[in-house]
């Protein structure tokens, strides 16, 4: 099979460490530019990576020598060399949107780890196993921005992917009425490690900016629906949450009370998380999870530090399911940040958007 050529915007970054590593041994994908920012640009990886290396895993070799470009000025001839992008940058929103849209309108397709676009209404944000249909609005953004081939496509925040995914499967079936979630956020979420935030050692911060809306309200754009070109979000259920940072790694858990128009039996529904199946299973897709939502019995589980890497990190560990006195239960999700969150979920969409002929290999 010949490979797509793709590039990472953003390389140097957490989540641009995290593509990297997980695209260097990718069956589909050549890893074969890297860019950010003027600081890093002109040097080989490992020197512009230098000291900020934050995972566990070696550096891959074949990162290492590659010259990392300037995103902004070599964007033209990064977007002739590779297929498509993925983007994940520390920047403000107007350069983001510029930098993104500067791709596209080159051809390139963008998939983007950054929020900026998650709100443009032709722009899909897909978690590929609950939101895949999504991806139809693309037609209407390429005519937006007078492309053939280039696109923006966007993953949602970290924070949503494990609550909503063990929601997703009783919406359709139950529908429902009112979620309150608390998410209890990894400092790699910060693209910090804890030699770079020692205030996170034995500390708990309640504060995350701009997450707790992200969290209620970015579920509802996955929940919306494809009209006239453009995503219409949901206007239910009502979803408060409360965002907390807390003293880890990597793992985003959250705990989560919900009640539903009609309420499932409890069996039932921990039966579904375990046979849930989504596009991403069914296309049997590189990246996938082979389960992707998996139920724990003991009353002490998940747990972040044996359950995080479930299945790559790319499958949601559910547990302690049970009734509740104001709602009809409660119960508790876990997902890895940077890979189900982050780098792998958009590993993950590149893979459906390939394979559903979204994307083609042009070189
Ligand atoms: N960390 C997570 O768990 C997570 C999860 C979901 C989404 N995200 C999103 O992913 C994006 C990246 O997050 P991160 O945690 O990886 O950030 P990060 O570690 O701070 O990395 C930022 C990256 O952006 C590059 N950059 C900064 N200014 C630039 C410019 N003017 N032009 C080109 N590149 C520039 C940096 O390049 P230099 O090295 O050259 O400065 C670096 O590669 C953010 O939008 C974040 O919200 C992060």
């Known amino acids: 099979m010949k490979k797509y050529k793709i590039g990472i915007i953003g390389g140097t970054g957490m989540v641009g460490q995290r593509l990297i590593t997980l695209l260097a041994p990718h069956p589909w994908f050549d890893l074969t530019v890297i860019a950010a920012s003027g600081r890093s640009a002109g040097q080989p990886y490992e020197k512009a990576v230098g000291g900020r290396w934050a995972l566990k895993a070696e550096m891959p070799e074949k990162a290492k020598n590659i010259i990392v470009m300037d995103a902004d000025k070599d964007a033209e001839i990064i977007a002739n060399t590779v297929d498509f992008v993925f983007c994940a940058v520390n920047m403000d929103k107007a350069a983001i949107l510029a930098l993104e849209e500067k791709y596209a309108k080159l051809e390139c397709p963008v998939i983007s780890n950054n929020s900026a676009n998650r709100w ?60 309150l979630v608390c998410t209890y956020q990894a400092i790699s979420g910060a693209g910090k490690t804890f030699e770079r935030w020692p205030e996170m050692i034995d500390n708990v911060i309640p504060y995350i900016g701009g997450e707790e809306e992200k ?81 724990f019995t003991e009353p002490d589980r998940p747990q972040t ?36 969150g982050a780098a792998g979920g958009g590993v993950l969409l590149a893979e459906l958007l390939c394979a559903d002929g979204y994307i083609d290999a042009k070189n």
Not at 310 to 334: C, H, N, W
């Open 305 to 340: 530090r044996s359950e995080r890497e479930l299945e790559g990190g790319m499958a949601v560990s559910i547990g302690r399911l049970r009734p509740d006195t104001q709602y009809d239960y409660k119960f508790v999700t876990l997902s890895h940040n940077t890979l189900r």
């Open 120 to 179: 443009t209404p032709d722009v899909p944000m897909v978690v590929p196993e609950l939101n895949p249909e999504h991806l139809a609005v693309l037609e209407s953004q390429k005519k937006r921005l007078g492309t053939k081939r280039g696109f923006i496509a966007v993953k949602s925040n970290c924070s949503i992917q494990n609550y909503v995914p063990a929601l997703h499967p009783f919406r359709e079936k139950y529908g429902i009425d009112k979620i």
């Open 215 to 295: 969290s209620e309200k970015e579920p509802l754009r996955i929940w919306g629906k494809v009209e006239g070109g453009v995503i219409v979000p949901a206007t239910e259920p009502a979803i408060t949450a409360q965002c907390i940072r807390v003293p880890v790694t990597d793992g985003h858990m959250s705990a989560t009370f919900v009640t539903f128009k009609k309420k499932p039996p409890m069996e039932e529904m921990i039966e579904t998380w375990n046979n849930f199946k989504g596009r991403a299973q069914e296309l049997n897709l590189p990246s996938a999870p082979k389960q992707f939502l998996h139920y």
